[in-house]
């Protein structure tokens, strides 16, 4: 494989460069070691540019899926917010009806209670008209009959 050969070369270059004393390192002729290293990308199997792209394209995937889950979750809550607000209002407003419920069948209570006493007062009256009226005819009758 071709390859396996320029990464020879770039060892060749390396064992045969002059080193620098008391440091390990070595001199190497750049522009040599950079197009070797050129060739190298070049003859890489279609594969392997592939598998980059692919891990690069999952990157993006992943940070679109974790961008959308925050955004859904983002909504969910809202909405959950809402429908507890929603509950809440209704809540009170049923409060608030029963509340209004009460106090009407409270005065319709107190309007019925009023008028029969206001009913019963004024047949009371009527009554007592009429039984002063009674002996007024009674007396007349009476008064009639003694004559």
Same mark, same amino acid.
């Given at each position: 494989?071709?390859?396996?050969?320029?990464? /020879?070369?770039?060892?060749?270059? $390396?064992?045969?460069?002059?080193?620098?004393?008391?440091?390990? #390192? %070595?001199?190497?002729? #750049?522009?040599? %070691?950079?197009?070797?290293? /050129?060739?190298?990308?070049?003859?890489?199997? @279609? !594969?392997?540019?592939?598998?980059?792209?692919?891990? +690069?394209?999952?990157?993006?995937?992943?940070?679109? =899926?974790?961008? !959308?889950?925050?955004?859904? *979750?983002?909504? =969910?809550? $809202?909405?959950?917010? !809402?429908? %507890?607000?929603?509950?809440?209002? *209704?809540?009170?407003?049923?409060?608030? =009806? @029963?509340?209004?419920?009460?106090?009407?069948?409270?005065? =319709? #209570?107190?309007?019925?209670?009023?008028?029969?006493?206001?009913?019963? +007062?004024? &047949? #009371?009256? %009527?009554?007592?008209? &009429?039984?002063?009226? $009674?002996?007024?005819?009674?007396?007349?009758?009476?008064?009639? /009959?003694?004559?």
């Amino acid at each position: 494989m071709d390859l396996l050969k320029l990464l /020879n070369e770039i060892e060749e270059i $390396l064992e045969e460069s002059s080193s620098i004393p008391l440091s390990g #390192k %070595v001199m190497v002729d #750049k522009h040599e %070691v950079l197009d070797i290293l /050129n060739e190298i990308r070049s003859k890489l199997p @279609d !594969e392997i540019k592939q598998a980059e792209w692919i891990r +690069e394209e999952r990157q993006r995937i992943l940070a679109e =899926a974790q961008k !959308e889950a925050e955004t859904v *979750t983002k909504e =969910a809550r $809202l909405h959950i917010e !809402e429908m %507890v607000e929603r509950d809440e209002i *209704t809540k009170r407003a049923q409060a608030r =009806a @029963d509340e209004i419920i009460q106090k009407a069948q409270s005065n =319709a #209570k107190d309007i019925r209670l009023g008028g029969r006493e206001y009913a019963d +007062e004024l &047949l #009371k009256t %009527v009554q007592s008209q &009429l039984e002063e009226l $009674l002996k007024t005819v009674d007396q007349n009758r009476n008064e009639l /009959n003694e004559m």
